[in-house]
């Protein structure tokens, strides 16, 4: 049986469990203010090239969404987003936990445009009735989608300008920045990321390490305090050393954007041989997820050999299915599947 | 200037000002707990033939709904109601504000049915990761809807059982409950929302009184501990006489029924008027609330010597406005509209 | 039986029944954006000499303080307040239901110091692991306090000052501002608090009005968005005319103050009749509330005639019980009061 | 320079790492459904020897805190518990952030008695208020207390039968457990614990895991939906196996008692050396943490070769430093500072 449910099913790229068993009995201050994390941001900040950015290092994404959210509305503030965001889709209202309103704009593909942004403030504000309703805050987008989309360069540069036009924080959830970033798709480098977002985060629990969020706020202003915050949400993890060590090994030698663009690799590889055998895709995101339209009988039938999710109805009312491939899957890994369906084909 | 912007534009029936005259040197002891309150709560026992209910009484609908809500809901459970319900639409996040998520489905009318509430369930339920998504909780519905419309007795019965099958409380908004059984479209009584609902309120602002809610739970158990809930929310009132006094003087000789059909006459008769001057109507709800389609310059034109208000773009371009009658409305004053449409039809 | 309890159990002032008679079919537009809040607020910004003043209205104390509080405050932070103080002891958690810790610092007597806030807020800077802590974020004080006691000009300059040096907004209780104003022993004005405070109300609920505080930010800097907090929180009142016209008629000649007056010297007389009789007070504070020390037998015997409420045990191990007089108490019923203390002197 | 400021410098116990190693590129589901975890699950069951407990795995205490209470509570309902737990002092008022207020009793060694929660009851419970009073709904206590002192069996099961009587669930906060279960003064036994709490966790994070703490709650009606809970706070890690396989590891063979027993025995024999120096200890818990006086000299000169902390100044003007060993403490480390300290005394 071979995997491909999701992009966290192993453990981790196997250098982070080489440097933690290095430095295992280093005695480390705690809460993220030892010299791995410090040695970490300093990293990332060039990598970003963003020297006065403020990164701080969390556990897991919805943990980092309310957290990051949280820290920056005033209470009667919400999160525009997309209604397929994950903040408003799968992190059981972890934000609505805090106070605050997830405001979902409707999308095909997992995308919002900077249009939909201007228009939902335009509206807000000629509201006679405006403080009745949840004034908008911030914008949280993903990069990339929870979809597999990507935002080109220019979509990404109008959603930011429309931030600052109307003063709101551009928050990207990145928990697979490396797969959007490497997707042969895109364009965007992830300075651009760091220049267009006012916060964002690089996931680390999807591409290659144990677990660990590194946060990246474009100015120091912006997360002033945040630290209280992290504590206060339950996200500052007593040994912060482990995240620390964690990302210094991911950017060292640009590690993690060499397992992602392996990850987008075989996933293309998957789609075209999908395509090459008669299946539709839902959407063609371009990086490490694949979403084949199968019917039961099909499902069924590789699901003897293989992992794999339910998705979605489409609207023409099939089914299509979630295959991830990820740092840890291995050319044969697919090389397996592709047979599997150039048989599926025949039957 | 005639004013129908809204049903909350004067002050109270005069009756409830003459009872606050004639009570105003009695000393009674504070939070609801005086006579007043307690004969109020016994009439509306009686009227809603429930005498196992519990009656508590709040000052505002938003506060009521907020209040309600946090008192039924577990954390991670969320409210399911219309998309265009006040509570999504319309308070600023204050369900959200005390934790909760606002889980709207879609609607055209203002209603939703009993259908959607057991697919939200099924979906929830069938879910792999439903723990990842906010749990439904509990049903709200508001009766009738914020656009005027009512649900049958029927619509009302599905509703329940599908509540009472996945054991979720019903919770029915009746800021305008009066306006809605009074119409003339409604086969519903009092004690028909009291036995189909497991808490409901009868509201008392838009309904000829200075202010108030009375809360009905139906059965006590429901209600327990909610006085603390009422006070944590900030909607204890000092002087809780005042809302004992104003429903004593409302449930009085079925005054806020008369009151309620009087109003909702009149705006049958405004209805009529605009039809008949060729005006299309956005719904036909038969209660207090008109919603004439009236171009810019026809609205302008009537804004010259009638309040009222701008409601919503309708689906092919035009532009829905909302007439209000209340309690207060008197005939002469939708007489004096009705001579102006006809007027306006013939410019 | 006349009633000492509480300073809430009559109605109102008769001139505030009489403006709402006047006014009863004004049609005003909602949610307190009338002429009459307009103009009450330009009189509440005269007599506090505050040409820049925000005021805004709300319902009751435990629904302003939270609001305030709430609308002031990031997520991590709380708010410093003596034990006794009304947030952290009667509110059933109010400020906590909004997300914020209270921060008691202890009293004797009601009163906190300029020296226990500048310590607090050392004791957490100075604190390694502060953001461990929650932040002390703004400081709140009741004036007069709970005790009924009351600060000196030169007490409250201080604490102004601290807070101003440590950049915290300082919010004063003004449930009773009147009865602390026109207390005999307080040389401050309504203008000293509205130059001392950045945040303040004056209570109305307790001083002549059927409910209602008027809140006044000096600066409208620190009020901006104040009004979605307000309508978030549930304490937008629909008829916000209400509030207009009561403050209007408080403000109207210094009804507010004179009402206060005649209170203050009802309960100087009334201290000075238990004392006369023997009895010790466990405070003097000079405002609207007594604090006799009864026994048991004393308390019994009083109660056949008098309604007061049990308040605390001494750390001697006596009991200290409530008397309070209100805008409506007469001459006559605090002369009855004080023949009866003189009778159980002699029992 | 030896570290003893905490008990979480180093990683983890070796054979952690290497069974994380030998298990990095198995496949498993996510979210803590992984056979790992169901293992662990079943090992804690019978060490507790509580057959229908639930046990779910969070990633840190006040996480793990934070997210029992808010399941357990209503929204008026506080946690009573020592003025020096964790909850109050050290967690940036995450409980408060979910809603809750934390109501403390006072301590002067870190434990409270059940005839201070019997008294918190009656008194609540007793005040003609209390609606306007939070409501008790729980109790935490944390076992060994921060002090580092522990509950005798007694003294615990008076606790435990206090809360039954007033039907509170009783929370123990085991962050310490197994130093509390191995101290040579303690005569109670993990079932013990299992047997008198209604929930509780066996706390990894300072006891030799990377991470993690392992929450049993007694019976499974008290655990219904807690995994919304934990997903809603942000405490549902990705990757759960690596919390199963930490806890299978720490309970195969008894290792996690193994290492705690041997922390305790370090801190005894550190204690011991104090004391033959002729420093008065702060208290003496018998756990991991030693709470010796040293005047600042002592300290600056101590803390040239060895790391530890400020705790307190003690009510006569003293200063107490804290010294943890913990599961990675080694003899030879120990006995470096006992020399010293035979050292410092003769200076």
Redesign the interface.
Known sequence: M??F??D?????H?SI?QR??E?????????GEDPHCERAAGMIRIACDAPDADVQFL??????N??VI??LL???Q?VLCAATGHIN??????V???????LPLPTTDGKITAAQIRTALEDHWHD??H?????PGMVYISFPTELGTIYSKSELEEISAACRDWELPLFIDGARLGYGLESSRSRLLLKDIARLADVFYIGG??QGA??GEAVVFRNKELAR?F???I?????????G??LGIQFETLMENGLYFKLARQADRLADKLSAAFRAAGFDLLIEGGTNQVFPILSEEQAHKLGEEF?FE?WTRTPDGRDAWRFCTSW?TTEAQVDTLVTALQTLKHE
Chains 1, 2, 3, 4 share one sequence.
């Open positions: 071979i995997h449910e999701c966290y099913l192993e453990g981790c196997p469990l933690l068993q430095t295992n009995f280093e005695q480390c201050v705690g809460y556990v897991g994404g919805t943990q980092t309310a957290t949280g820290s005033r209470p009667f919400g889709a799968h992190e059981t209202g972890a609505e936990h805090g106070g605050h309103k997830v006679a009735n403080e009745h309703i949840v004034q629990t999807k144990l677990f305090d630290r209280y915050c504590k206060q949400g339950g996200g500052m993890l007593a040994k050393r482990l992992g339910y840890a």
